[in-house]
């Protein structure tokens, strides 16, 4: 059975910073990339970053880029997502996702690509 489980997350005021990790575990858990995706209240959910294992290669969706930076071990099967100069827009809950079966050279986006989702954790920025 695989789980991932998201900390970190909290109330935070605008500029400031947040670090979210998560910890994915399973006997035989194993994945190619891992993201964070989050939604805010009546919003779809949506990307937010994504690293992939081979190569190292990371991805952010426009609105956090140059602010937030996802890093991991692949190893230890954990993920990262270091938040600063956040804003009151970066108010959602963050999930965390793995990728165990696709294959790809190129970085994955959508949340369809992911098989395996945290159960969220809050981020709240305020004003």
């Known amino acids: 059975q695989v789980q991932l489980v998201e900390s970190g997350g909290g109330l935070v005021q605008a500029g400031g910073s947040l670090r979210l990790s998560c910890a994915a575990s399973?006997?035989?858990?194993?994945?190619?990339?891992m993201g964070w995706f989050r939604q805010a209240p009546g919003k779809e959910r949506e990307f937010v970053a994504t690293i992939r294992w081979s190569g190292g290669d990371t991805y952010y969706a426009d609105s956090v880029k140059g602010r937030f930076t996802i890093s991991g071990d692949n190893a230890q099967n954990t993920v990262y997502l270091q938040m600063n100069s956040v804003k009151p827009e970066d108010t959602a809950v963050y999930y965390c996702?793995?990728?165990?079966?696709?294959?790809?050279?190129?970085?994955?986006?959508?949340?369809?690509?992911?098989?395996?989702w945290g159960q969220g954790t809050q981020v709240t920025v305020s004003s």
């Open positions: 399973g006997r035989t858990f194993r994945s190619y990339s």
């Open positions: 996702a793995a990728n165990r079966w696709i294959y790809s050279t190129v970085i994955l986006t959508l949340i369809g690509h992911y098989d395996s």
